[in-house]
């Protein structure tokens, strides 16, 4: 593989993590996505090309906006560089394959209901629902999972988190568990099969549990006053299932079942 990938794909990421975050702050708020350029959230004013290049634009301005000097989100420039990242690491893995394309994709998902998740407490239908009949279909590929695969994928990863809201209603006599998550491990579920989805559901409450208790002894306020959503930590959960995934299943079969 030479070089010229390389740099072309970190290229693309960077330009599509700049759009996605245009689609994570847009979309929520019910604007159009693809409708007029760029402005600042600040001022409102327009940006001129120049100021849209991705993270070069962020160190060039200071973290700041060119026109109100508003302070700019460093989760911008990280939203680009985490979208390159991902795209590399996927050319290295898979060369410009079929599975490159449509971890790339789901990745891009997964970074979008990571930070609307985070910022309003929603995982928006109109990525999971497609996202279901997408890891439905990309199954069929060559070298997909096969349909029967996803197809007990999208039953496990959906009925776990449907069981575990039933059941946690029950406990709790509160929601614990929204129909967003139930419908994004059904998508995580079709797109990589049962026993990723088991293996990221163990990563998503091994990190959830961690970051709750710590975000609990921070601050009693934040304890009292809102739920922290699960969506990230499925996404979380998701991008070590895609990347680690093989491995960890392989070292399980060999030491758990071909015990000695
Ligand atoms: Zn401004």
Not at 115 to 141: C, E, K, M
Request: aromatic fraction near 12%.
């Amino acid at each position: 593989m030479n070089i010229g990938t390389y740099i072309t794909v970190a290229a693309f990421g960077l330009v599509i993590g700049s759009f996605l975050n245009v689609v994570i702050y847009r979309l929520p708020l019910g604007m159009i996505v693809a409708a007029g350029r760029s402005f600042c959230p600040s001022c409102k004013t327009q940006l001129k090309w120049y100021c849209n290049i991705p993270v070069l634009s962020y160190m060039a301005l200071r973290g700041k906006c060119g026109f109100c000097h508003a302070h700019i989100s460093i989760r911008y420039p990280l939203v680009e560089l985490l979208t390159a990242a991902c795209g590399l690491y996927l050319l290295w893995q898979y060369h410009l394959s079929i599975p490159f394309y449509v971890f790339s994709a789901l990745c891009c998902a997964l970074i979008v209901i990571f930070f609307i998740d985070l910022d309003h407490q929603i995982i928006p239908d109109w990525i999971t629902l497609p996202g279901i009949v997408a890891g439905l279909a990309v199954s069929f590929v060559p070298g997909g999972i096969g349909i029967l695969q996803s197809a007990i994928g999208l039953v496990v990863g959906g009925g776990s988190l449907f069981l575990a809201a039933v059941i946690g209603e029950k406990l709790f006599k509160k929601e614990a568990m929204g129909g967003g998550d139930i419908k994004m491990a059904a998508m995580l579920g079709a797109f990589l099969g049962w026993q990723k989805v088991l293996l990221l559901f163990m990563a998503a409450a091994a990190i959830g549990l961690v970051v709750s208790i710590i975000w609990m002894a921070l601050s009693a306020k934040l304890r009292k006053e809102r739920l922290i959503p699960f969506g990230p930590f499925l996404a979380l959960g998701a991008m070590l299932a895609i990347v680690y995934g093989d491995r960890l299943i392989q070292f399980y079969v060999q030491n758990f079942l071909h015990g000695n």
